[in-house]
T-cell receptor, first 115, second 112 residues
Framework: DGGITQSPKYLFRKEGQNVTLSCEQN?????MYWYRQDPGQGLRLIYY???????QKGDIAEGYSVSREKKESFPLTVTSAQKNPTAFYLC??????????????FGNGTRLTVT | GQQLNQSPQSMFIQEGEDVSMNCTSS?????WLWYKQDPGEGPVLLIA?????ELTSNGRLTAQFGITRKDSFLNISASIPSDVGIYFC????????????FGQGTELSVKP
């Protein structure tokens, strides 16, 4: 079955440590996205990539970094510079390079807790 | 920038009741998407609307694209316990290359 796999489901880190969240898709989608979800808030875009070896900052990119070396993979690194890293992180993909005009397919998320 | 406001923020209803929620914006959208997120999982697309005035159904769910293009509505008829979750509206931001913007969500609880 095609889909998006995020791992791990739960992640715990100490403050000051960088941590990388994995996102893999086998849908052959060009575009991939990372969103952050906090309780009572909508999904906020961190980074997105419309093609391999290219990515753009979203609305809340500070303290995060990404890479897109392969079409299938779009890992997100939460750095120690991110002031409030504890959140639920969602990866998504879509067929449309422009994004938005074709619906997003989401992974099941990674819940990161930093203490 | 463009913003989407959803209401209500949360709803507590009895099984069998009908549910109505809406999403509004001060900006025009040419596409409206409705997603549902089950607890601890990623959102799943329920309905996509591409034309002003469009009314689309998916089982017990019905969504409408407002005629002003500044709002959309989602109705759920005869709710069941598995309808529990967070419902998000979303639309593409034209000044941001079409990236999706999401509303804050409506959290639905259904009492059996």
């Amino acid at each position: 079955d095609g889909g998006i796999t995020q791992s791990p489901k739960y992640l715990f880190r100490k403050e000051g440590q960088n941590v990388t969240l994995s996102c893999e898709q086998n849908l052959n989608h060009d575009a991939m996205y990372w969103y952050r979800q906090d309780p009572g808030q909508g999904l906020r875009l961190i980074y997105y990539s419309q093609i391999v070896n290219d990515f753009q900052k979203g609305d809340i990119a500070e303290g995060y970094s990404v890479s897109r070396e392969k079409k299938e993979s779009f890992p997100l690194t939460v750095t120690s510079a991110q002031k409030n890293p504890t959140a639920f992180y969602l990866c998504a993909s879509s067929t449309d390079r422009l994004g938005g005009y074709s619906p997003l397919h989401f992974g099941n998320g990674t819940r990161l807790t930093v203490t | 920038g463009q913003q989407l406001n959803q209401s209500p923020q949360s709803m507590f209803i009895q099984e069998g009741e009908d549910v109505s929620m809406n999403c509004t914006s001060s900006s025009i959208f040419n596409t409206w998407l409705w997603y549902k997120q089950d607890p601890g999982e990623g959102p799943v697309l329920l309905i996509a609307l591409y034309k002003a005035g469009e009314l689309t159904s998916n089982g017990r769910l019905t969504a409408q694209f407002g005629i002003t293009r500044k709002d959309s509505f989602l109705n759920i008829s005869a709710s069941i316990p598995s309808d529990v979750g967070i419902y998000f509206c979303a639309g593409p931001q034209y000044n941001q290359g079409g990236k999706l913007i999401f509303g804050q969500g409506t959290e639905l609880s259904v009492k059996p």
